[in-house]
């Protein structure tokens, strides 16, 4: 029970509850309030580290996010954590720890034989040596083990994290006095205000000092006491981004329960930097013993935690402030040997003992025994965040420190960030050692000396980052926090000029290192990225189709029975569709709606072939290309109407291709009248192929190919065309996404064979279609692939102007080709003579594309891959000849369910058109107007989604009723931890609405009075629905 | 002075007062044969090359900051050559041979450290690309190596394979031959030896303007004065643009910027470095101790070196979705770098419409590899007047011609 330094009174602990803790393998008690760092010194410990590079042993410098020395390898297994910070570390009952870079004991470290070579050790020693062979073998590895501080963890985090975003009029970073009073004036105007503090309380140097308690008492209930402001405790302003944005890690009190972490981003329109100053050590002989402490470190030991860092000190510092720390320690009952003024001449240059400091020899010739030495320096205000944002220095000779300059967001910069009320130093930072050899750090935690930092300036390192890169100062976990300016400051002496000249480095996020996991949040594990499914999910395990990922959907790769490998189920499947029926879910591909009097031309511009000629109820293939020619998507054009057209496109490419023809539509080709609707998740397909497919439907019976009607089943509305991927009839089945599962089920009633991507792509690779992404690879014409009749010359289309370029008329291209090898081939094997690789090979059908291949048929050639070489012919890319004549079956007997869905519709129209047709209009973009049974939400310029019974004739519109899931979400702060826009009621009242992101996904949010409804697309709805219940239980 | 343990012993001895500048603080003269632009690893290597193979010492390198200060300082060291296509598995792979000399050749330590780079696939797609690379890479005599899951774990023990994760792993390409080396190192080694070799180099002096006459370049306008030269290079990937408009020309170049990030040192936990484009993320360890982390670029075109967070953010998910035990390490430093991306991702090399003027640029996110390799085709550009043959197929002229060398799918996760 014994803490042998533990002052009788005083500081904030809780004296009442002692918890227990190990250190480096031994057991010691401490207090509630504690920090680890604390409560080591209260138990007499000071040496807690090895020092990265010699291994000295080193003990604790500082008592905040400052600290070089003190690292430790903290607690155990799930929740280990490598390099924690002694000092901000609170104490909780059973933590453990141990120093990092110290084997086998802290004691006895083998490492600190590197001592002995220190006269080698020199910046950029291992520049000069180790430069032959045996670098790999022997002096890297040697290297890398010796570098490095702690290890990472073995076992997946125990731990959750959590994301939040919040907006603020004003934010306060820091509370310390300055920060409390600027947190305090905002408040008391009514703005919204955030205070941000990396302690676990506010009061900052007014705690560590003790002074005007009773004003801080005050302060802090008022800011308590105030609606509008949040006040964040154990929050650390990290990164100060564009536009205000700054972003801050909290750190979860121990054993409170829910997220370790919480990630806060934080949109403030103006913010207060209220971040204090850091103090500096002294440059001098032998500078890191454990033992020698910041003064500002000392007081806040004795202030707020009751502990007295040592029983006999001496005070050496450059400045008023520092020096005034020998009436704490005298009042903490610390016996004061002696007050060593720099100004005065006075200096220590000289310190003695091993692991902890025993006696200090001033210039004077006194020597001093002691158990402490505390220092001061002078302060560097903590200009980081300022820096981040944009913010210049000045170098200010009096406090000789880099002071804010000019500002280049919307800040305000106070207190000891400013410099205001710094004591200011005398000018020498340094101390000249008496001995040669003696090591004067001025970064502590990269070992960096004095002579190092001359070193690197006489090696002609004359600019701050190439000393910082050459001798590593700065680089540490701390970032040279308490070291930089002091080196700083030796370079700018050693090149005979003023720091003002020299600079500094850039200030660079993170202010303090953050937890990777919380920068993650919830993104992890299940919810990594969205799973996007198709209504007919449920029915693919059902059967236990075994799935592949394309892009981020599910899709049913093959469904074996019993017994069935990969290989046999997929010749099942292929036997079905060529003999007598299978169904393919094609939910997934991209679905378009293209509505206006000018579709058909924009089509001819988008398409390499010519669209606008295509018949009402008619199909066509087409392929489009990117303005460099080459293939960028394909799927086929249905006219719906004179002027309502469907595009599809592949499953891969369907945001990309609503994307391009935004683009050109909004940036280049504004005199077209064309509007585009996604209905990708409106509309289940499913395509049923096989000779069986014309039987399903009677009464279509002699449906000609690529031909398209608008039809109803069982009185629900649905769509059919023609259109085969596979060869042979094909019949392609949209219904509303929610009727899915009851075609899906007649088809199985009237004996259709699911099969998957892999039978599909099987039964393609036959017809010697190619694949986009597959055959094609970002370097491939339609000419390539051999489709010249999809080329319409006589018209102008994106790729035209590159396809006439005289590369495509050199010989040598590598175009689309069948292979006949003799023994199976992998896809990638290379073709020889070539270029030429492989690019779809399946048992019945090999494809490749081939250096001038189409004149080649016929050509004998080798397949490398995998060290062998297999024999082939090129041949037709045709592999198969499935007959149009159909075979009889039972027709498909669909009994739709009866469902109420509220319709929805997306409406394109400019406002006031919108006005006359319906009564009404939103006020303004991303509001909503309430009518008699519907809702109407402006989300673009020309955009609006009707929500209710309206009637919507004569308007341009598109039944997007199933496209979207609406999900009523009551608690706005669960939406918090996804969404970036400003949820707060006043902010986003009720009759507002926004597209934005919510997670992963995007989404409309519109704010009625009671709840938020948050409209999400069909296919995201399952990830978002978790990511809810996820974040709602923490 | 030769570096070696027995200078660094014997000026250990005598207090290390012997230690000369590794380059001069050279002011600039008024005249020089060729000035290049640019004093990263690209401009540096190209000074020493035009010394080393071509005799010409008459040279100044001009930077408009620090030495090395640019991408170099920047970027995430990963050096590799499986490129898929002939022409850059060609250029890269000529790089990679000069990176396994380099050290010793230019008597500085470059840690470089061949770790092998692993590929991975997360889908089918992937697996199909990732064999074709390797089926192409063997083909070009380049080491080549597919792996299955448990062979990746086996390499890289930290890497979740197991077939439940978001994305699993399906397989990867290693490339044995392929690691990382210490950028710094690069930039200051090149310019020891170039400045050994006579060369100039000028830090603090920015290009402000061109002299051209009668369609032939004479001289740059700069901030430390006007210098006359011959012929000028210009090396100065996220602001070659910037540069070719002061030259009155335009290129076909969009700078991004690009992040990376550090984590705190740790005791060695990852033997290799590992890059996957489908979950995008890609992380060495750095002999510091380091995990040096890179994504995607930030989609917005910019000059700043600075980017937005929710790129970090993204970066994290993925890093984790991959090292699930990494989750409690922590960010230590991150920054932003501008890179010089072309419209089929491989660089410009060769003459510009300005006779006697050269441009080397568009490298996007990966130059760093190709540093030696670029150095010495840009050289023998800049002594002869013509492309190297490795070079050739780079010229400015291929995006009006068309013939490209699209590398966005072997890029990797752009990179």
Redesign the interface.
């Known amino acids: 029970m014994s803490q042998p330094f533990r002052l009788p009174a005083g500081g904030l602990i809780d004296r009442t509850r002692t918890i227990r803790f190990v250190f480096a393998g031994r057991a010691y008690h401490g207090h509630v309030g504690d920090t680890l760092a604390s409560a080591l010194l209260a138990n007499g410990i000071h040496f807690v580290a090895r020092s990265?590079k010699y291994h000295r042993p080193r003990g604790i410098v500082s008592a905040g996010p400052e600290e070089p020395n003190a690292l430790v390898q903290l607690g155990l297994g799930p929740h280990?954590?490598?390099?924690a910070r002694a000092t901000t570390v609170e104490l909780y009952d059973g933590l453990v720890a141990a120093p990092v870079n110290a084997w086998p004991s802290l004691r006895f470290d083998v490492g600190a034989a590197t001592g002995l070579a220190a006269?080698?050790l020199?910046p950029g020693?291992?520049?000069?040596?180790?430069?032959?062979p045996l670098?790999?073998p022997l002096f890297?590895?040697l290297?890398?083990?010796m570098?490095?501080?702690?290890?990472?963890?073995?076992?997946?985090?125990g731990?959750r994290y959590e994301r939040m975003n919040a907006h603020c009029d004003v934010l306060v970073v820091g509370a310390g006095p300055a920060g409390l009073e600027a947190a305090l004036e905002a408040a008391r105007t009514g703005a919204r205000v955030v205070i941000a503090c990396d302690a676990p309380l506010l009061g900052g140097t007014l705690v560590d000092r003790a002074e005007r308690a009773e004003w801080l008492a005050n302060a802090v209930a008022e800011l308590s006491a105030s609606k509008d402001v949040r006040i964040l405790v154990r929050t650390t302003i990290f990164?100060y981004?564009?536009d205000n944005?700054l972003?801050g890690v909290e750190r979860a009190a121990s054993g409170e329960p829910g997220p370790r972490e919480r990630l806060w981003?934080i949109r403030a329109g103006r913010v207060v930097l209220a971040t204090g100053a850091h103090e500096r050590p002294l440059v001098f002989a032998d500078n890191d013993r454990p033992g020698i402490m910041l003064a500002s470190a000392a007081r806040a030991y004795i202030h707020r935690f009751g502990v007295a860092p040592g029983r006999r000190a001496v005070v050496f510092a450059n400045n008023d402030d520092g020096l005034s720390v020998e009436r704490d320690l005298a009042a903490a009952g610390v016996e004061v040997a002696a007050v060593l003024d720099l100004r005065d001449g006075e200096a220590v240059v000289a310190t003695e003992g091993r692991r902890r400091l025993r006696r200090v020899e001033t210039a004077s010739g006194r020597r001093i025994d002691c158990d402490l030495l505390v220092v001061s320096g002078g302060w560097n205000p903590a200009v980081h965040l300022f820096c981040q944002a944009g913010g210049t220095l000045r170098w200010d000779d009096r406090l000789a420190a880099f002071l804010p300059d000019r500002a280049r967001q919307k800040l305000e910069i106070v207190g000891a960030a400013a410099g205001e009320g710094l004591s200011p130093p005398g000018n020498a930072l340094s101390v000249p050692p008496r001995r040669?050899r003696a090591k004067c750090f001025v970064d502590y935690q990269t070992d960096t000396t004095a002579?190092d930092i001359a070193?690197a300036a006489?090696?002609?390192?004359?600019?701050v980052?190439?000393m910082k890169?050459?001798t590593?100062a700065g680089?540490?976990?701390d970032?040279g926090k308490t070291g930089n300016v002091a080196a700083f400051v030796l370079l700018a002496a050693a090149r005979g000029v003023s720091p003002a000249e020299t600079g500094t480095t850039?200030f660079?996020?993170?202010y303090t290192?953050?937890?990777?996991?919380a920068?993650?949040?919830r993104?992890?594990?299940?919810l990594?990225?969205p799973?996007r499914t198709t209504p007919l999910h449920d029915e693919h395990v059902a059967a236990g189709a075994v799935f592949?990922?394309?892009g981020q959907w599910k899709r049913p790769r093959y469904y074996p029975r019993a017994g069935e490998d990969m290989e046999a189920a997929v010749a099942r499947e292929c036997r079905a569709v060529r003999e007598s029926l299978g169904m393919l879910d094609a939910s997934t591909l991209g679905k378009i709606v293209l509505q206006g009097p000018d579709v058909g031309s924009f089509l001819d511009r988008i398409y390499t072939g010519r669209m606008s000629t295509l018949a009402v109820g008619r199909c066509r293939y087409g392929i489009m290309c990117r303005d460099?020619?080459?293939v960028f998507d394909d799927g086929v054009v249905a006219r719906l109407d004179k002027e309502r057209w469907l595009v599809s496109t592949t499953t891969g490419n369907a945001a990309s291709v609503l994307d391009w023809f935004e683009e050109w539509l909004q940036t280049e080709w504004t005199e077209l009248d064309v509007s585009c609707t996604s209905v990708t998740e409106h509309w289940a397909v499913v395509t049923f192929a096989g000779p069986r497919a014309p039987a399903l439907f009677p009464e279509l019976g002699d449906m000609r190919p690529m031909r398209v009607v608008e039809t109803t089943l069982d009185g629900i509305p649905a769509r059919i065309a023609t259109v085969s991927f596979t060869g042979g009839p094909s019949f392609e089945v949209s219904v509303p996404a929610p009727y899915a599962e009851a075609l899906w089920r007649a088809g199985l009633a009237a004996g259709a064979v699911p099969f998957g991507t892999e039978a599909m792509h099987v039964l393609r690779a036959e017809m010697g279609y190619f694949m986009v992404?597959?055959e094609t690879?970002?370097?491939t014409t339609p000419l390539d692939l051999g489709l010249e009749r999809l080329v319409a010359w006589d018209k102008e289309f994106l790729g035209r102007r590159?396809l006439r370029?005289?590369?495509?008329a050199?010989s040598g291209r590598r175009q689309l080709v069948g292979l006949k090898p003799v023994a199976p081939v992998?896809?990638?094997?290379?073709i020889e003579p070539?270029?030429g690789?492989v690019t779809s090979s399946y048992r019945t059908a090999v494809l490749a594309m081939v250096a001038n291949g189409r004149a080649r048929i016929g050509e004998e050639v080798n397949v490398?891959?995998?060290g062998r070489r297999v024999a082939a012919r090129i041949v037709e890319p045709r592999f198969a000849s499935p007959g149009s004549a159909p075979v009889p079956g039972p027709p498909l007997n669909v009994t739709m369910p009866q469902m109420a869905a509220t319709p929805m519709a997306s409406v394109r129209a400019a406002p006031e058109a919108l006005e006359r047709l319906l009564g009404l209009r939103p006020e303004t973009p991303n509001s909503v107007a309430e009518g008699d049974g519907f809702r109407i939400l402006w989300l673009g310029p020309d955009e609006f989604l009707i929500v209710g019974e309206a009637d919507l004739s004569g308007t341009r519109n598109v039944d997007v009723t199933f496209n979207r899931e609406i999900l009523h979400i009551a608690d706005r702060g669960i939406l918090a931890k996804g969404c970036g826009l400003d949820l707060d009621p006043r902010a986003f009242p009720p009759g507002r609405c926004a597209q934005t992101l919510l997670a992963r996904a995007q989404v409309i949010l519109e704010a009625r009075p009671e709840e938020m409804l948050v409209y999400v697309r069909r296919s995201y709805a399952r990830y978002l629905q978790d990511w809810l219940a996820d974040a709602a239980r923490r | 002075m030769r570096?070696?343990?027995l200078?660094?012993?014997r000026?250990?001895?005598s207090?290390?007062r012997g230690?000369?500048?590794?380059?001069?603080?050279a002011a600039p003269r008024g005249r020089y044969e060729v000035v290049i632009v640019g004093a990263g690893g690209h401009g540096l290597a190209t000074a020493y090359y035009l010394a080393r193979n071509h005799g010409i010492t008459d040279v100044a390198v001009l930077e408009k900051g620090?030495?090395g200060?640019g991408n170099t300082?920047r970027n995430t060291t990963i050096v590799r050559s499986n490129y898929l296509w002939?022409e850059s598995a060609a250029l890269y792979e000529h790089s990679l041979k000069l990176w396994e000399g380099l050290?010793?050749e230019l008597?500085?330590?470059l840690?470089?450290?061949?770790r092998g780079v692993l590929n991975l696939a997360?889908?089918?797609?992937d697996v199909?690309?990732?064999?074709?690379?390797?089926?192409?890479n063997?083909?070009n005599g380049i080491d080549a190596e597919?792996l299955g899951p448990a062979e990746v774990k086996k390499l890289c023990p930290?890497i979740d394979v197991s077939p439940t994760a978001?994305?699993p792993v399906l397989g990867a390409t290693l490339q044995r031959r392929g690691g990382v080396a210490?950028h710094?190192?690069v930039a200051?080694?090149y310019a020891r030896a170039a400045d050994a070799r006579g060369v100039d180099i000028v830090?603090n002096c920015e290009v402000t303007g061109f002299r051209i006459e009668a369609g032939r370049v004479r001289g740059v306008e700069t901030t430390r004065g006007y210098i006359a030269a011959n012929r000028v290079g210009l090396v100065a990937a996220g602001h070659s643009s910037v540069l070719a408009a002061l030259a009155g020309f335009r290129l076909p170049i969009q700078s991004h910027p690009l992040q990376a990030l550090v984590?705190?040192?740790?005791?060695?936990?990852l033997p290799c470095v590992v890059m996957s484009n489908a979950v995008h993320v890609y992380v060495s360890?750095s002999?510091?101790?380091e995990l040096v982390i890179g994504a995607g670029i930030d989609a917005y075109n910019s000059y700043a070196q600075?980017g937005?967070?929710h790129v970090?953010?993204?970066q994290?998910?993925?890093?984790?979705?991959l090292f699930?035990?990494?989750?409690?390490?922590?960010?230590?430093?991150?920054?932003g770098g501008i890179v010089d991306v072309c419209?089929?991702a491989s660089p410009i090399i060769g003459k510009t419409p300005i006779e006697n003027l050269f441009i080397n640029c568009g490298w996007g996110t990966g130059g760093f590899k190709a540093t030696p390799g670029s150095g010495w085709v840009f050289a023998h550009l800049l002594a002869t007047g013509e492309p190297h043959p490795l070079a050739a197929p780079f010229a400015l002229e291929r995006f009006?011609?068309?013939?490209?060398v699209?590398e966005?799918?072997a890029a990797a996760v752009a990179h």
């Not at chain 1, 280990?80 to 390099?83: D, I, L």
């Not at chain 1, 370029?805 to 495509?808: L, T």
């Not at chain 1, 992998?826 to 290379?830: L, P």
């Open positions: 990265f280990e954590e490598p390099n006269p080698l020199v020693f291992y520049y000069k040596t180790f430069k032959g670098w790999r890297e590895p290297i890398r083990r570098a490095g501080l702690g290890t990472a963890p073995t076992e997946p985090d731990d990164g981004y564009d944005y972003c981003k040669r002579d070193l006489q090696e002609g390192m004359r600019s980052e190439h890169r050459y590593t680089l540490g976990t970032q850039t660079r996020p993170p290192p953050v937890t990777f996991g920068i993650a949040g993104d992890v594990g299940a990594a990225d799973v592949e990922d394309v460099d020619g080459m992404g597959q690879d970002g370097s590159s370029r005289p590369a495509h050199l992998i896809e990638g094997a290379q070539g270029p690789h490398l891959f995998e | 570096y070696s343990f200078t660094l012993a000026e250990a001895l207090g290390h230690w000369r500048p590794l380059w001069r603080d620090w030495l200060g300082a002939d050290a010793e008597d500085f330590n840690m470089f450290s061949q997360h889908n089918l797609h199909r690309e990732g064999r074709r690379r390797v089926e192409a063997r083909r597919w930290p978001r994305y210490r710094d190192a200051w080694g830090e984590s705190e040192p740790l005791k060695p936990v360890q002999d510091k101790g600075r937005a967070f970090i953010e993204s994290m998910g993925a890093l984790l979705e699930p035990t990494f989750s409690r390490l922590k960010m230590m430093r991150s920054w419209p089929d009006s011609t068309g013939v490209l699209d966005h799918g």
